[in-house]
């Protein structure tokens, strides 16, 4: 009898699966996860462990892609007014959100980390009458705020294996440190945490994801390979504004220059060198029908199969914005707001992962690796992880999908939570007590 089998899982997958419920209801956007954080703590300090947040763990210099001042400040009176520990919003203020706990073995051992991402997408959730969360009434409350990815049932994982391994310390060898990252969407969150050097102890490290692939639950890969690196940046086209009608020659036409931007950045050459990606998410213009508009913005991003070809895209894309801007008479700016790189997983790790899996009930398949198809922040960590002398891997835990990621239908497969915190607790026991020989 391993030590796994004294927990009752499905006891735990109806506590994580209310979590889950709990943190999609009130789902908060990247740097505002403030009550989701909260709640996160309180379930911690409940184990008994310490957990560190708001600006000790953060590099404020690397918070990339902060929301306005006004936004900032409405979710966290909003996050107020939602939670019972105010005391720990109030701490997290000014985006400081998620939070590191370690959870120490009996055993000496190597130091392994886990990290699950808690923010939402800006997203409005779909009020069909089929919708589960509408069905069982957890929709989300916050208007163009929704869990479209996963990451509600990311955090739900996180509680469940801090409990497990909480439950099974005398078994466990060394520490774990478990990361509960804001910010992962637009890639903004884990340069803040990373620089601050919170990883570079580990000698393994697990990150994880739902769906992504379309199978049954049960279904899980080891690794994935061609993390798209990627750039988010905004563009802003500063013109000249005139009356339309009785002198636009006064005029500098931001949203002409912007529109014209639009149009050749998504023209830009592609390399032969592997996939690129480019997207232009929004684009805000003018102030009326009659001025010429003076102000245009942007959301930018580009992507590619290597740290290369994405900058390849960028600095195409960057070019394209500022010869636009020009030929109708404005400027441009860019500003910086998030980013990743590509990594490879590494493959004794990997191939421990692939032994460990299918020894847990529960998965019916194992796939070595699977093409990850876009850009994760995990990958900051785990290069960070790599470049002092670690080794780390990202698993995909498969579910059907209703509907892609990032759509208001998007939904997850339940089933998926407790079986994603059995496996991440197995893996944790598997390194830590016969430790891989490089």
Not at 125 to 152: I, L
Not at 363 to 370: A, E, F, N, R, S
Request: charged share 20%; with cysteine.
């Amino acid at each position: 009898m391993s030590a796994l089998d004294r927990i009752d899982f499905e006891a735990l997958g109806r506590e994580l699966i209310a979590f889950r419920r709990d943190f999609h209801k009130y789902a908060e956007s990247a740097w505002t996860e403030y009550r989701t954080t909260a709640r996160i703590i309180s379930e911690l300090e409940k184990l008994g462990l310490p957990v560190k947040f708001g600006p000790e763990i953060h590099t404020p210099e690397k918070m990339f892609g902060l929301p306005k001042p006004a936004v900032m400040e409405a979710c966290y009176q909003r996050a107020l007014s939602e939670t019972d520990r105010p005391e720990l919003v109030e701490r997290m203020k000014g985006g400081f959100t998620g939070c590191i706990t370690e959870i120490v073995g009996a055993k000496p051992g190597p130091t392994v980390g886990v990290r699950v991402d808690i923010d939402c997408n800006d997203l409005e959730e779909t009020d069909k009458p089929e919708h589960v969360p509408v069905a069982e009434g957890f929709r989300s409350v916050h208007p163009g705020c929704m869990h479209g990815c996963g990451h509600d049932a990311h955090a739900a994982i996180g509680l469940g294996l801090a409990k497990v391994l909480c439950a099974l310390r005398e078994e466990l060898c060394g520490k774990v440190i478990l990361v509960f990252q804001p910010g992962e969407e637009g890639l903004r969150g884990a340069a803040s945490l990373t620089a601050r050097g919170h990883f570079s102890q580990c000698d393994y490290f697990f990150g994880g994801h739902v769906g992504l692939i379309s199978g049954p639950v049960g279904q899980v890969a080891a690794s994935g390979h061609d993390f798209l690196a990627s750039t988010k940046f905004d563009v802003f086209i500063h013109g000249v504004p005139a009356h339309a009608g009785a002198s636009p020659e006064l005029g500098c036409n931001a949203l002409a220059a912007a529109a014209a931007a639009v149009t050749n950045m998504l023209a830009i050459s592609r390399t032969s060198q592997g996939a690129s990606r480019i997207n232009i998410g929004t684009l805000n213009a003018g102030t009326g029908r009659n001025v010429i508009p003076a102000e245009a913005e942007m959301r930018v991003e580009t992507r590619g199969k290597t740290t290369a070809i994405n900058e390849y895209m960028e600095a195409a894309a960057k070019r394209v914005c500022e010869a636009a801007a020009q030929m109708y008479g404005c400027t441009a700016e860019t500003v910086y707001m998030g980013g990743a790189g590509n990594v490879v997983c590494d493959k004794p790790l990997v191939d421990r992962v692939i032994d460990v899996l299918n020894t847990v009930p529960g998965v019916t398949k194992v796939l070595p690796d699977v093409d990850f198809g876009g850009g994760e922040d995990v990958t900051t960590m785990m290069a960070d992880v790599q470049a002092h002398g670690g080794m780390a891997t990202e698993l995909v835990f498969c579910m059907p999908l209703k509907a892609p990621h990032h759509n208001g239908c998007f939904d997850v497969d339940e089933k998926v939570i407790p079986l994603a915190a059995r496996i991440f607790t197995s893996l944790v026991l598997s390194v830590s007590s016969d430790p891989i020989q490089k």
